[in-house]
């Protein structure tokens, strides 16, 4: 007769609490490290050597006034995004409208700032504060803007197709193009998947179905990224790209994801070191990797060094205590 070892349902509890801290941290971590490397090519990227710790971006990349350890816009629509759902008990498209509107008018102010929010984001943004309803304000160009922040859905909610039309929907306020909302589902059913702990060949079929119902290009770059997950990276980012289309950092990162499934550190440096769109890249591989694993798998020295950790750690609680009372 086998032995059941049935799990203490508060070490479950807190089990889980531990992946929504890492895949928040996660996030923020490939976005701090991959700010250094945006906008460079592939090769200029490993001629100058890769990197695997905190620094300042060089003069002319977008995030070169941040701080060594400070996270972009990627993370920071993250936490509006996250701070809608707890506020609001879920998504709600209007009250993430409004925030997102905000946040961008105060980022396209800030001398530090205004230069990380991307021309299809900054120009939504603007339509956003003109009047015009999130219905037509998102832009028709297919960027990654709306997939680098969609992890909280696949936090707060555990049905797919919640998730599925949630993170669709998030999507359209800035990025309404199908690719767009595309790579938002990915990039929140990939998460959701990844915290429910599934065999990586499931994770990557549902992301595949639910992405290539709005998309059917997008699910095919997923696919392929992950069956060529043992090639080379220089062949891989070769052929699936890594410019600021969605079609091609949402598949890049499921690629490192893949690739280093159970070593997280060597996921994101392979995301922050692939050249094109890194940070973004490394948000999305990051926020995969802390879901899947927790933010127990990232080194200390990533932890310590993020700024702003706590207000990450503390949203993440947050959220996944919202998540349990819904």
């Not at 003069?59 to 006034?65: L, N, Q, R, S, V």
Request: charged letters at 25%; glycine letters at 10%; aromatic letters at 6%.
């Amino acid at each position: 007769m086998k032995n059941i070892i049935i799990e203490d349902p508060e070490f479950r509890a807190e089990k889980l609490k531990r992946k929504y801290i890492g895949c928040m941290l996660g996030a923020a971590i490939g976005d701090a490290l991959g700010k250094q490397n945006e906008g460079c090519s592939r090769e200029a990227v490993l001629k100058a050597g890769r990197i695997s710790v905190y620094g300042r971006a060089p003069e002319g990349c977008p995030g070169e006034k941040l701080r060594a350890g400070q996270y972009t816009d990627d993370t920071e629509q993250m936490l509006v995004l996250a701070g809608s759902i707890i506020d609001r008990s879920g998504f709600d498209i209007i009250d993430f409208s409004e925030r997102i509107a905000k946040w961008g008018a105060d980022a396209m102010a800030d001398p530090v700032k205004k230069n990380l929010v991307g021309p299809s984001s900054a120009q939504s943004i603007l339509r956003l504060n003109s009047g015009i309803s999130w219905k037509g304000s998102g832009s028709d160009i297919p960027t990654c803007g709306s997939a680098m922040r969609a992890a909280p859905i696949g936090l707060f909610y555990e049905s797919l197709d919640e998730i599925e039309s949630f993170a669709a929907l998030s999507s359209i306020p800035t990025h309404k193009s199908p690719g767009s909302q595309a790579g938002a589902v990915a990039a929140a059913i990939g998460v959701r998947c990844a915290l429910n702990e599934v065999t990586a060949c499931e994770l990557i079929r549902e992301t595949v179905m639910m992405a290539s119902k709005y998309d059917v290009l997008m699910g095919e770059k997923i696919k392929i990224a992950f069956n060529k997950k043992d090639n080379r990276p220089d062949e891989v980012f070769n052929e699936l790209g890594t410019s600021y289309s969605v079609y091609e950092t949402v598949p890049s990162a499921f690629y490192c994801f893949s690739r280093h499934i159970e070593s997280p550190e060597m996921a994101i440096i392979e995301a922050v070191n692939a050249g094109g769109d890194t940070d973004s890249i490394a948000c999305i591989t990051g926020a995969l990797c802390g879901a899947l694993h927790g933010q127990s798998c990232f080194p200390e020295k990533w932890i310590a060094g993020l700024e702003n950790k706590d207000i990450l750690i503390r949203t993440a609680i947050l959220l996944f205590e919202a998540s349990v009372k819904k």
